[in-house]
């Protein structure tokens, strides 16, 4: 897919709006976040508050998904590259 | 979510300001969606692989109420921890 | 996130988006249901109609996800009414 | 899906009318979609886990067809359901 | 739910639109079935290349995947027809 | 994904141009999406029920890196697939 040519006026509006989808994304990706924690962290409905083991068990589980992500994005992006440069096509 | 809308701009356009109606929309939608998955399979789908009776028994809906009040409560933790990686300049979760 | 401020007219073509909007997510959450009441209910492919068995099972699923369902919202409008008035803004 | 448009409007704009034909599509879709990953996961993927061989085998096959009609009638059934329950005004699903 | 009635540039404009939608569509369709396939056959990571065993697997998969959702659609055409004829409405 | 871009249309509008631009953005965030998903559950969660440490260890790294690479290829292996079933006169996977 050859990316269509864009004028310049063209260029800044679809720069805002790639900001916006960029915002709706990540809003979207910490939510599934918050889900993939929750589910494996918090077991207990005896109370309705975290416990000190629950609170510990999010904040790992936030850097070990932040710490992830970050690596497969780097390794993403690299790959691309390659793929590319090697004619295939993106997607 | 304050560690994504840093600066705002003055003054949005009615395309904007419907865009950001919009996305809060979409974000609370997602939220309450995942919400509900997550409380309903810990609180009512695991006991009820036939679903015998459609009405909730007083644990599930004790078991609801205390999931919706620590699902919202993972969610600030979680925010807070997100704006804290921000703030470190690790950006958005690395894209 | 402060909300925008709208001016009327804005606020009258928005509710009607909104309203499209709402029935769009209701529903795709109808059709997300159908699927979570099939798959524990329905799973004898000996026939190709539903079993008695099978429809009772579908009909007491549709209720517990109704009733759950109605319970979580109203718990979630409570919460969120808390944590806004908190300080601690939305999401 | 007559139990959420109640009333219709009289004479919808051109963008209304085409609101009204994406979520027709999108419905379509989405419906279309969960019924796939319901009967391959309870017809193929069960008894698949190598995949050695790429056609479906006539048991896969008459069970697609079969799965197909039920999760159809599923639907059908609690669209009846769903109709019931809007009438006695509990509205659309607690939201 | 009743079709609105489109004049003719309209129904013109759409059918543009629903190309796009469902060009969309096939190529989200696309992502998840290499997700889809990718669980279950790839599953050793000594190698950063994907071993012939696991390209087999792939291959055989996509397969059974595409002649599973040809006949799939066909069976949903064949019982929508129906259901639409017994007046029964669509969705 | 040239099975699907067939033949192109000498000049697009802004808009048309536009809605490719915001396909080719879904379809790497979903291929993206997608990735993640697999790759953090083969190498990491398998092994991580209780979350004992934030940082990722030597393993579930070169796990990572492997496990892109492999999902990548399997992407283009696929395509392959399906520009041949294209080509046989398929259609798009039966839609």
């Given at each position: 897919?050859?990316?269509?040519?864009?004028?310049?006026?063209?260029?800044?509006?679809?720069?805002?709006?790639?900001?916006?989808?960029?915002?709706?994304?990540?809003?979207?990706?910490?939510?599934?976040?918050?889900?993939?924690?929750?589910?494996?962290?918090?077991?207990?409905?005896?109370?309705?508050?975290?416990?000190?083991?629950?609170?510990?068990?999010?904040?790992?589980?936030?850097?070990?998904?932040?710490?992830?992500?970050?690596?497969?994005?780097?390794?993403?992006?690299?790959?691309?590259?390659?793929?590319?440069?090697?004619?295939?096509?993106?997607? | 979510?304050?560690?994504?809308?840093?600066?705002?701009?003055?003054?949005?356009?009615?395309?904007?300001?419907?865009?950001?109606?919009?996305?809060?929309f979409e974000t609370s939608t997602d939220i309450f969606t995942?919400?509900?998955?997550?409380?309903?399979?810990?609180?009512?789908?695991?006991?009820?692989?036939?679903?015998?009776?459609?009405?909730?028994?007083?644990?599930?809906?004790?078991?609801?109420?205390?999931?919706?009040?620590?699902?919202?409560?993972?969610?600030?933790?979680?925010?807070?921890?997100?704006?804290?990686?921000?703030?470190?300049?690790?950006?958005?979760?690395?894209?």
């Amino acid at each position: 897919m050859n990316a269509p040519n864009l004028t310049q006026a063209e260029q800044q509006e679809y720069q805002q709006r790639m900001e916006r989808k960029s915002i709706q994304m990540a809003i979207l990706q910490f939510s599934r976040l918050t889900q993939q924690c929750f589910e494996p962290c918090v077991e207990d409905f005896t109370s309705k508050t975290l416990g000190s083991r629950e609170e510990a068990c999010l904040t790992k589980c936030f850097e070990k998904f932040h710490n992830g992500q970050t690596r497969i994005a780097q390794r993403f992006q690299e790959n691309m590259a390659v793929i590319t440069n090697n004619g295939q096509g993106g997607f | 979510m304050s560690f994504i809308f840093g600066g705002q701009r003055p003054q949005p356009s009615k395309d904007e300001k419907f865009a950001m109606l919009d996305m809060e929309f979409e974000t609370s939608t997602d939220i309450f969606t995942r919400m509900m998955g997550s409380c309903m399979k810990k609180c009512v789908l695991q006991n009820n692989k036939n679903f015998v009776e459609g009405e909730l028994n007083k644990g599930e809906s004790v078991c609801l109420d205390r999931c919706v009040a620590k699902f919202l409560a993972s969610q600030q933790l979680m925010q807070k921890k997100m704006e804290e990686a921000s703030k470190n300049g690790g950006g958005m979760m690395g894209m």
